[in-house]
């Protein structure tokens, strides 16, 4: 009863939020886009690119407002959601332009708000607002949590765990749990063993040798200020089919736990961020998981089809705007295409198309867009051919960040290498391939053994516009900002 209480509170808030928002759009309107990703996809770098691209006269020729001057402005105004951390666009820029580093990952929720000043169609000036919101793609695959009991996570969370090169990075979880009475009495000393073998458990297997992505819950990889907290300290146990948790139990306090997790973390992030969004991006990193081998590939698109799950899609109507709102755009973007010459970028695409295929059939079914693209919102390098053995081959140029390793060299951050990076499948099905005929990856053995091996490269040299403004390389950002916004310049 408590519960369904609770659900009717919820989504009276929900809609009482949606008409405030309905009636701010109809004075100044806004676009609320959301933009996600899992760990290293590079979701700091896209909205530093994309929002100084807006405002310094970035190249974006296929962003139809751009290509025809309708643009006549874009700046930073104050967030509207004073609770809500600021996006530290400046730092990051500072970090990408003047000192040629990537600027630190995603950790927590954030907000910026961009005003874009344009001419309309009847030539008249208007503005359009774009409140970005940026949060950790973990944070999404809680979401699925809020419909399950206990049981069925802890259930769900064990049988993940004892398949494929889970089994071998969870073992010494799964040793500890062996030991375990679920039904006995409660003990703390043991929920707190428990909760971090389990989180070990979950960060080796975000690992580059393994990059594995359906890793929730979400605040266990990013715990912010809830590290410590109760809320934060409950595993997966080995339970008796068909029974109730005894009063007092470990079983009782893990349950009760998981659900004040739900309460205090993941409703409210539902309900205050998640649910107000208008669009959607959507940051892979692809080559992390063909890197690692078929079964990263596979896990990313179990991942990826539970995160397009989470989303409210739909065509909007007035009714849905008032009551439910719903996202009607969602793109997909496999990011680090520079790390590939160009010849591989469909290729790239299609792989990620292949992935997310099923569940993108249901949201375009509820009336929503989707669609697929080949990002680098900064480009690192640049492309040639070089000869090897006789043969020209499509090669990328740039400097690797110091630290990598390739083909017994270890790079310093200062020396600018040709490199091969290899050619992707024309068949996307062959990266899914876990047997014999599978193409090799990190998890098989040693790195030069690893068919496709992705360097990191550092931040690029900044050009310069004709009037002297510093400008960010990128491939096909100017295609993502047409599919998210270009139909709201009228």
């Known amino acids: 009863m408590a519960s369904f209480v609770s659900d009717l509170v919820d989504r009276a808030r929900l809609a009482a939020r949606a008409i405030a928002d309905y009636g701010e759009n109809l004075v100044r309107p806004t676009v609320r886009i959301g933009v996600t990703g899992l760990s290293r996809a590079g979701k700091t770098v896209f909205i530093t690119a994309l929002v100084h691209g807006l405002a310094r006269g970035g190249r974006f020729p296929v962003f139809t407002p751009a290509a025809d001057d309708a643009i006549l402005r874009a700046y930073l105004a104050p967030q509207p959601d004073d609770a809500v951390p600021r996006f530290e666009y400046e730092s990051h820029a500072r970090a990408l332009i003047g000192d040629r580093i990537w600027p630190e990952s995603t950790r927590q929720i954030s907000e910026l708000r961009v005003v874009i000043e344009h001419?309309?169609?009847?030539?008249?000036?208007?503005?359009?607002?774009?409140?970005?919101?940026?949060?950790?793609?973990?944070?999404?695959?809680?979401?699925?949590?809020?419909?399950?009991?206990?049981?069925?996570?802890?259930?769900?969370?064990?049988?993940?765990?004892?398949?494929?090169p889970r089994a071998m990075l969870a073992a010494s979880w799964h040793a500890y749990n062996a030991t375990l009475d679920a039904s006995g009495p409660a003990d703390e000393q043991a929920a707190i063993t428990a909760a971090q073998l389990f989180t070990e458990y979950l960060r080796s297997c975000r690992e580059e040798r393994w990059a594995l992505s359906l890793l929730p819950p979400g605040r266990f990889l990013l715990p912010g200020d809830l590290a410590g907290s109760p809320a934060l300290t409950f595993a997966p146990l080995a339970l008796p089919a068909e029974a109730a948790p005894p009063e007092g139990s470990l079983w009782a306090m893990m349950k009760r736990r998981y659900d004040a997790y739900k309460d205090i973390v993941v409703k409210p992030f539902f309900r205050d961020h998640f649910a107000r969004l208008d669009r959607q991006i959507v940051l892979v990193d692809v080559l992390a998981a063909l890197n690692a081998g078929p079964a990263a590939v596979r896990d990313l698109e179990f991942a990826l089809s539970a995160i397009l799950d989470c989303f409210q899609v739909g065509r909007k109507t007035l009714l849905s705007s008032l009551i439910s709102p719903r996202v009607d755009r969602v793109l997909f973007a496999a990011t680090k295409a520079d790390h590939l010459h160009q010849v591989s970028h469909d290729r790239l695409e299609a792989i990620l198309t292949r992935m997310i295929e099923r569940a993108a059939g249901r949201a375009r079914y509820a009336g929503a867009e989707t669609d697929v693209v080949a990002l680098a919102a900064v480009r690192a390098t640049r492309e040639a051919r070089v000869r090897s053995n006789g043969d020209e081959l499509p090669a990328i140029v740039?400097?690797?960040?110091?630290?990598?390793?390739?083909?017994?060299?270890?790079?310093?951050?200062?020396?600018?290498?040709?490199?091969?990076?290899?050619?992707?499948?024309?068949?996307?099905?062959r990266v899914f391939d876990v047997g014999n005929t599978g193409f090799q990856g990190l998890t098989a053995g040693a790195l030069e053994e690893a068919e496709f091996r992705f360097l990191r490269f550092r931040p690029p040299r900044i050009e310069r516009t004709v009037d002297g403004l510093p400008t960010l390389p990128h491939i096909r950002l100017d295609r993502v900002l047409q599919f998210l916004i270009g139909d709201r310049f009228q």
Do not use: N
């Open 119 to 164: 001419k309309g169609k009847d030539g008249q000036p208007r503005t359009l607002t774009l409140d970005i919101v940026d949060y950790p793609g973990e944070w999404l695959l809680d979401l699925p949590l809020l419909a399950k009991t206990y049981e069925q996570w802890a259930k769900e969370s064990l049988a993940l765990s004892h398949s494929g």
């Open 398 to 429: 740039g400097v690797p960040v110091a630290g990598e390793r390739a083909v017994g060299h270890l790079f310093d951050g200062e020396r600018e290498i040709a490199l091969f990076p290899g050619d992707l499948p024309a068949d996307p099905e």
